[in-house]
């Protein structure tokens, strides 16, 4: 099993940054790929980044592309998401989730997941 604990949400003005940390514990050889993903109310779920679990092939949404960034902290053990020139229509839950699938770009392929921290941008 694989447990992941999110912090670093909140309230914010638009304009403004955030980071999110996602701590990663448990049988972490299983994992592929470390993802973020947000959910909007009355919206469907949405992946926003991932990363390959060494660190590389980072993905971003294209709602996100040059605002967010995604890295691996392996000092931590954590999975960081770097949010820049937040907007209201970055206001969502977010969620850190783990994949045992490498590249994965699919909710149904992540088999972990966080509880959720919220992110709410003022206008």
């Known amino acids: 099993q694989v447990q992941l604990v999110e912090s670093g949400g909140g309230l914010v003005q638009a304009g403004g940054s955030l980071r999110l940390s996602c701590a990663v514990s448990?049988?972490?050889?299983?994992?592929?790929?470390m993802g973020w993903f947000r959910q909007a109310p009355g919206k469907e779920r949405e992946l926003v980044a991932a990363i390959g679990w060494s660190g590389g092939s980072p993905y971003y949404a294209d709602s996100v592309k040059g605002r967010f960034t995604i890295f691996r902290d392996f000092a931590k053990n954590t999975v960081v998401l770097q949010m820049n020139s937040l907007g209201p229509d970055d206001t969502a839950v977010y969620y850190c989730a783990a994949s045992r699938v490498a590249s994965s770009r699919y909710q149904s392929s992540y088999n972990y997941w966080g509880q959720g921290t919220q992110v709410t941008v003022s206008s």
């Open positions: 448990g049988r972490t050889s299983s994992i592929y790929t």
